[in-house]
């Protein structure tokens, strides 16, 4: 009698690719599904995956507050939603698809941010991490595209450097 199981081919999730490398993500072994930083025993629980349309000011203010973001007021000025609001002097980086990034310290500075990125890129997925412990680590983009650009960027960089005599 030949069981079924043994007629299946045993699933077998690929390794790390390279956007994931770049990025820092982990992924599950199992599941294929990103790990949190510090995770192999240390679940954060603070971490969150989100696409960029389910990505709202509030929510991130009140996600990174605790965590020395969002706490100091320097001015109000008119946000998208039509109300006057606080521009934060501690905003928060968001990675570009370069070698800079956007520091977002209101709801107008996410939605330019946001829009700007779903323009080139679509609608992508965006980890947050307040216990990452690098400010370049709390916000990421896990998108393949998105992250060669990053890589194409610096590459570019890098040569310019190597011939203006300033890098081996």
Known sequence: MIKLKSLLPEQQLPDASATDLAQGLNRDPKTGNPLPAGAGGNIN???KELSLDQLKFDDIV???RVKDYYNDVHF????PDGKEGPYYRDGLSFPNPSDASSIVADMKSLENWKEKTKRRFGNVKVILDPDAEEHWEKVKVDDERFTQDQKDAN???MDMLKQWGTSE
């Open 62 to 64: 009140k996600m990174f």
């Open 76 to 79: 109000n000025r008119m946000q």
């Open 45 to 47: 629980s603070n971490y």
């Open 155 to 157: 590459d570019a960089k």
